[in-house]
């Protein structure tokens, strides 16, 4: 049990109605606040808690923290919003287009359909991976109607730049996708349950069993998720979020809190670091200062009060030197406690079997994998799927440059700017898991947001 500290107190014991919100930096207990909150309001008031969070694994770091969570629900959105839409009878069996690769190919096949009609748009020739972005952005922001998406700001697409000229043609390759998808038998997919849920919501009271929702890693949930939670709870229960938008590595941009139609006062801050050492904390806060964020997330992590060794910086001329040099570092570490390999999804394979060739146990970290905190092991995992979570000991491979940027050349200079700032929140994440020993390493130049300062880091110099 956990005996919250500072700040962490007041959030406990913030008012039991209305909306709240909580913004603090990795670390500082928000997942560790969730929880406690839920509890206290289940115990309190003797009603249901609904616990939200974005992915699998972190429910089970959830019920880590508190292994008594009965009468609170601790689940994902998407179940949640799925057992919702089915309850008001909205969605029968096998509706959502659940995989992520058959919607690409709808919407290739929608654009070419549109380019049948419209002949010599240029704006029709853009890459799939375009249309698949501004289609999943519409439906987070919920801009699915023609008049609205023409005219509106595209928050956090400032690295995809779309003339107004050229929106309607890429509204009719919303539609015509639309058309497609219900052609195939399916009325929704994953990224505009969330829009539809919300619209009956937005018109029909319907009976909450819940007195409260409590949503962790609210940076990831879109702003029509929250909408729809706002809309769930109309003005009977209330909604106390938690995030950071400096770990904002799913989908982009924001609204106001008045937007997301949540009601409130102030925006409660944590800046205690309870996990990682002082010399991890420095590291994470020096990638952290650089991204720009806006006034209620713009806090830094302070006194971190574990003494530890400094985040070890390792070069290397090849692959082959800078592999040997992991496997050692994780033979050693797997004598105290978790270690955690941390790579681009294209790479995770390559840990696999280097591990696997040195006979070494490991876990890959996916939906199934059940309670890391406490547990001693080797774990291999990307970028995404380790929000939220921590180990004693983090890798971080192949941190070079051009690992990262290889293929910017053919975006402009203010696309290069958004792709650094995902990349600097991408690198923050991996950096702020680690609670005692941090490793970079690479082989061609270091990646130009880690700081190469000698105050900051160690750096070891291979073959
Ligand atoms: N009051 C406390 N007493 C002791 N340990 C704490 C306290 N608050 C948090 N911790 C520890 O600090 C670590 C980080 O907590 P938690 O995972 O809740 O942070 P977080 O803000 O959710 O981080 P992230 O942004 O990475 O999700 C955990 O190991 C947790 O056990
Ligand atoms: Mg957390």
Redesign the pocket.
């Known amino acids: 049990m956990f005996e919250l500290k500072g700040k962490q107190q007041e959030v406990l014991y913030l008012p039991q109605s209305g909306h709240g919100v909580v913004c603090g930096v990795a670390g500082s207990g ?2 560790v606040c969730a929880v406690m909150r839920a509890k206290y309001i289940q115990k309190l008031t003797k009603g249901r808690v609904l616990l939200l969070t974005y992915n699998n694994s972190l429910i089970n770091y959830m019920k880590d923290i508190n292994n008594d969570l009965d009468k609170i629900d601790v689940t994902t959105y998407h179940k949640f919003a799925t057992r919702c839409m089915r309850n008001i009878g909205i969605l029968g069996n096998d509706e959502i287009l659940s995989d992520s690769w058959e919607k690409k190919v709808l919407i290739e096949n929608a654009i070419n359909n549109v380019k049948k009609l419209y002949l010599n748009i240029s704006v029709l020739n853009r890459n799939v991976d375009f249309f698949v972005e501004e289609i999943k952005w519409m439906q987070g922001f919920g801009i699915l109607d023609e008049d609205e998406y023409e005219d509106v700001e595209r928050s956090g697409r400032r690295g995809a730049r779309l003339l107004k000229s050229d929106r309607k043609y890429v509204f009719q390759v919303y539609k015509e996708y639309v058309k497609l998808r219900t052609r195939v038998g399916k009325k929704y997919d994953w990224d505009d349950c969330a829009f539809y849920l919300n619209r009956y919501l937005k018109h029909d009271i319907i009976n909450t069993k819940y007195e409260c929702i409590i949503i ?2 609210g940076q990831d949930f879109t702003p029509m998720m929250i909408q729809s939670l706002v809309n769930y709870m109309k003005d009977t229960g209330s909604i106390l979020y938690f995030g950071d938008q400096a770990q904002q590595i799913y989908g982009k941009g924001r609204m106001s809190w008045k937007q997301l139609g949540l009601k409130i006062r102030k925006v409660y801050t944590l800046d205690e670091n309870h996990r990682n050492t002082k010399q991890i904390e420095k590291l994470a806060n020096s990638i952290r200062a650089t991204l720009d964020l806006e006034i209620d997330d713009g806090l830094l992590s302070m006194n971190s009060s574990k003494e530890g060794e400094k985040p070890i910086i390792a070069s290397f001329k090849n692959r082959n030197t800078e592999d040997a040099y992991i496997i050692d570092k994780v033979k050693t570490y797997s004598k105290k406690g978790s270690t955690c390999i941390v790579a681009k999804k294209d790479d995770l394979k390559h840990y696999q079997s280097l591990l696997r060739k040195e006979g070494i146990p490991y876990t890959i970290i996916d939906r199934n994998v059940k309670g890391i905190t406490r547990t001693m092991g080797i774990f291999i995992s990307n970028y995404h799927a380790i929000k ?1 979570l921590e180990f004693d000991n983090i890798i971080m491979p192949e941190c070079s440059d051009n690992m990262f940027r290889n293929n910017l050349q053919n975006y402009n200079d203010e696309e290069k700017k958004e792709k650094e700032l995902e990349l600097s929140k991408v690198i923050y994440v991996g950096i702020s898991r680690a609670k005692e020993n941090l490793i970079i390493s690479h082989c061609d130049e270091l990646l130009n947001i880690i700081p190469k300062d000698n105050n900051i880091c160690n750096f070891y110099i291979g073959e």
């Open positions: 928000k997942s962790d890693e939220g």
